[in-house]
């Protein structure tokens, strides 16, 4: 994440230099996403077949070379097949990276497990743009984020142990669905997983981050004149909040509370902070909207993984990776809408609150549903 940050304030303005138009910068933005739709529950199932450790060392040497290319491409296709390629290979990573967790944890660990991994993640994508935006040009970026994947690489070659036993990995191979390709991963899903409403809640959380990711830097240039340096405070400033809450309290609050229960706070306060930025009137009150907005999504994606690893028939892999996926489609739409939104002179942080109300109000009964089946069944 920290590679991946890096490159954020500077993949528009490098596309830009080598001539590219808006649109063709805002499909490299979205092929990267759509890769990691298609490619994030076969990577999973892979590594419920053949082991973390093979699809998480491949995953980080493909992102290596990937980013590397990018930052070597001259014209616009180059960077196209690169910025896919990034998506193909960083689609193996976080999947069994938290199936890997999952393999390694209790059911009272899981929470927590999680919740480190939320804020190893939050860290590096905090500090990442704070680096890559110090950075003289706009290759050199590239270059460092490929030589961090290629050095994360090593060190999971030498210090990473492989979480899934040996018979756990022949056990994936003898089941019915030893392979299941992408149309029916979501066939599968829509119609008859017992899970879809966690899907789902993957898919409205990311579908609201994003759209407000789309917008917010044109929306505090409009109304403040701020930039990529306050820009960069805000979310400084979220981090300090956030990270501490994923790493030393979420496991906790999952075991005392349960995952619906976070999940539906999570849920509360995102929508809360999306409704309340068009009525911030300076820097501290966005940074507080955009803080509050942080903490909902951070108390989400944690417990959702958790749910889903401790309840998964499927395999860790396939359902981690089932759950990217949506949070992928959700990164795809949420720009469109909130960038369409934003172009008629709306703010769409209301439309997005609105969206996220009646998602979790749909939502409401499904997840208490699975909550009383897995007690039920225990």
């Given at each position: 994440?920290?590679?991946?940050?890096?490159?954020?304030p500077?993949?528009?303005?490098?596309?830009?230099?080598?001539?590219?138009?808006?649109?063709?910068?805002?499909?490299?933005?979205?092929?990267?996403s759509?890769?990691?739709?298609?490619?994030?529950?076969?990577?999973?199932?892979?590594?419920?077949?053949?082991?973390?450790?093979p699809?998480?060392?491949?995953?980080?040497?493909?992102?290596?070379?990937?980013?590397?290319?990018?930052?070597?491409?001259?014209?616009?296709e180059?960077?196209?097949?690169?910025?896919?390629?990034?998506?193909?290979?960083?689609?193996?990573?976080?999947?069994?990276?938290m199936?890997?967790?999952?393999?390694?944890?209790?059911?009272?660990e899981?929470?927590?497990?999680?919740?480190?991994?939320?804020?190893?993640?939050?860290l590096?994508?905090?500090?990442?743009?704070?680096?890559g935006?110090?950075?003289?040009?706009?290759?050199?970026?590239?270059?460092?984020?490929?030589?961090?994947?290629?050095?994360?690489?090593?060190?999971?070659?030498?210090?990473?142990?492989?979480?899934?036993?040996?018979?756990?990995?022949?056990?994936?191979?003898?089941?019915?669905?030893?392979?299941?390709?992408?149309?029916?991963?979501?066939?599968?899903?829509?119609?008859?997983?017992?899970?879809?409403?966690?899907?789902?809640?993957?898919?409205?959380?990311?579908?609201?981050?994003?759209?407000?990711e789309?917008?917010?830097?044109l929306?505090?240039?409009?109304?403040?004149?701020?930039?990529q340096?306050?820009?960069?405070?805000?979310?400084?400033?979220?981090?300090?909040?956030?990270?501490?809450?994923?790493?030393?309290?979420?496991?906790?609050?999952?075991?005392?509370?349960?995952e619906?229960?976070?999940?539906?706070?999570?849920?509360?306060?995102?929508?809360?902070?999306?409704?309340?930025?068009?009525?911030?009137?300076?820097?501290?009150?966005?940074?507080?909207?955009?803080?509050?907005?942080?903490?909902g999504?951070?108390?989400?994606?944690?417990?959702?993984?958790?749910?889903?690893?401790?309840?998964?028939?499927?395999?860790?892999?396939?359902a981690?990776?089932?759950?990217?996926?949506?949070?992928s489609?959700?990164?795809?739409?949420?720009?469109i809408?909130?960038?369409?939104?934003y172009?008629?002179?709306?703010?769409?942080?209301?439309?997005?609150?609105?969206?996220?109300?009646?998602?979790?109000?749909?939502?409401?009964?499904p997840?208490?549903?699975?909550?009383?089946?897995?007690?039920?069944?225990?």
């Amino acid at each position: 994440m920290l590679g991946f940050g890096i490159i954020i304030p500077n993949l528009a303005y490098y596309a830009k230099d080598i001539g590219a138009t808006p649109t063709q910068i805002a499909i490299l933005l979205s092929i990267y996403s759509g890769m990691q739709l298609i490619f994030a529950p076969i990577w999973g199932r892979l590594s419920d077949r053949y082991g973390r450790k093979p699809a998480i060392l491949l995953g980080l040497l493909g992102n290596a070379v990937a980013l590397i290319w990018f930052g070597l491409a001259k014209d616009y296709e180059w960077l196209f097949i690169a910025r896919s390629a990034a998506g193909i290979a960083s689609a193996a990573v976080l999947p069994s990276v938290m199936a890997s967790i999952a393999d390694v944890t209790t059911s009272e660990e899981r929470g927590r497990g999680m919740g480190l991994m939320g804020a190893a993640m939050g860290l590096g994508f905090i500090l990442g743009p704070a680096i890559g935006g110090v950075m003289g040009r706009h290759d050199t970026p590239f270059f460092v984020a490929g030589g961090l994947s290629l050095l994360t690489c090593l060190f999971a070659l030498v210090l990473l142990p492989e979480s899934l036993q040996k018979a756990d990995i022949g056990k994936q191979n003898e089941e019915q669905h030893a392979w299941i390709s992408p149309r029916q991963i979501f066939r599968w899903t829509t119609l008859k997983s017992p899970f879809n409403s966690l899907f789902l809640v993957a898919f409205f959380t990311a579908f609201s981050i994003a759209g407000l990711e789309a917008t917010f830097p044109l929306f505090i240039e409009a109304g403040w004149d701020y930039r990529q340096r306050e820009m960069g405070w805000m979310f400084m400033v979220m981090g300090a909040v956030v990270v501490p809450i994923q790493g030393a309290l979420l496991g906790r609050l999952i075991n005392r509370f349960g995952e619906r229960r976070i999940i539906l706070v999570g849920l509360f306060f995102n929508a809360l902070g999306l409704a309340l930025l068009p009525k911030a009137f300076s820097f501290v009150t966005i940074t507080v909207c955009l803080t509050i907005t942080g903490i909902g999504n951070q108390l989400i994606r944690p417990s959702n993984s958790s749910w889903i690893s401790k309840e998964t028939q499927i395999g860790q892999g396939t359902a981690i990776g089932i759950m990217d996926a949506f949070l992928s489609l959700g990164r795809i739409l949420g720009p469109i809408l909130g960038g369409w939104l934003y172009e008629k002179g709306t703010y769409p942080y209301v439309v997005l609150a609105g969206i996220l109300v009646i998602a979790t109000l749909c939502l409401y009964i499904p997840l208490r549903k699975i909550e009383t089946e897995v007690v039920s069944t225990s």
